[in-house]
């Protein structure tokens, strides 16, 4: 079955730094989302994008983050200068349509230190 | 604005007693519902969606619009069941999915 992959799958980094999380999504997926889940807490919506923009963000996805698909196949979020209350599990996923359900990845743990 | 409600973090039952997970929505258009399982540090998964009307190991969910209701049941819990359960709500045009907090289901032996 196709996955969705996350690299990598720890990233540890200092207060002020730039992180770059990647994704792969599922080759035939039209459909591309960021999600976060601070510990302990819901997993929640960042961003999705869809022909090569975004087509929508939340109230979190302020100018510090990014989202890119440099090459048809990667899915990038980059966190230009992390902050502590970055730190989460950051989950990519990717979908055909409305209706199909999305498909996650196994989730980057970003700590911030 | 699209919100999930799961009332219950946690909710221990004992091997083969049946289980209710619930969850309740707000949600002015058609909503579409979905049931999303994750298993001990492994990823989200896709259990149920509310279109398809199936059955997944076991498990059923039917969409009750006049309570605003999505729960997930099973008539016998399984020891393998015990995982985090999240509801999640997707609004008309494709708009992203809302989850609710979750709950720990822990099926005790």
């Known amino acids: 079955e196709p996955e969705v992959t996350q690299t990598p799958s720890h990233q540890v980094t200092q207060m ?30 960042l961003v999705s994008f869809y022909n090569n923009e975004i087509s929508e963000k939340s109230e979190i996805f302020d100018d510090q983050f990014s ?27 990717s979908s055909r349509g409305t209706g199909d359900g999305y498909t996650f990845g196994s989730g980057t743990r970003l700590t911030v230190v | 604005a699209q919100r999930v409600t799961q009332p219950e973090k946690l909710l221990s039952v004992f091997k083969g007693a049946p289980v ?4 309740n929505y707000s949600y002015s258009g058609s909503p579409e519902l979905f049931w999303y399982v994750q ?7 896709l259990l149920l969606r509310h279109i398809s009307r199936e059955s997944i190991k ?22 393998e069941d015990s ?6 709500l997707s609004g008309t045009g494709n708009t992203p999915l809302v989850f609710g907090k ?5 099926v005790i032996a």
């Open chain 1, 16 to 45: 002020g730094q730039e992180v770059i999380l990647r994704c792969v999504p599922i080759s035939n997926h039209l459909y591309f989302y960021w999600y976060r889940q601070i510990l302990g807490q819901k997993v929640e919506f």
């Open chain 2, 20 to 23: 209710e997970l619930k969850c």
């Open chain 2, 58 to 79: 076991g498990f059923t969910a039917d969409l009750n619009k006049g309570e605003t209701s999505f729960h997930l049941k099973k008539p016998f819990a399984q020891e």
């Open chain 2, 83 to 88: 995982a985090m359960y999240y509801c999640a």
């Open chain 2, 102 to 106: 979750g709950t720990r289901l822990s």
């Open chain 2, 39 to 45: 298993y001990s540090r492994q990823r989200l998964q």
């Open chain 1, 67 to 93: 989202v890119e698909r440099p090459d048809g196949s990667n899915f990038t979020l980059k966190i230009r200068s992390t902050k502590l209350e970055d730190s989460a599990m950051y989950f990519c996923a």
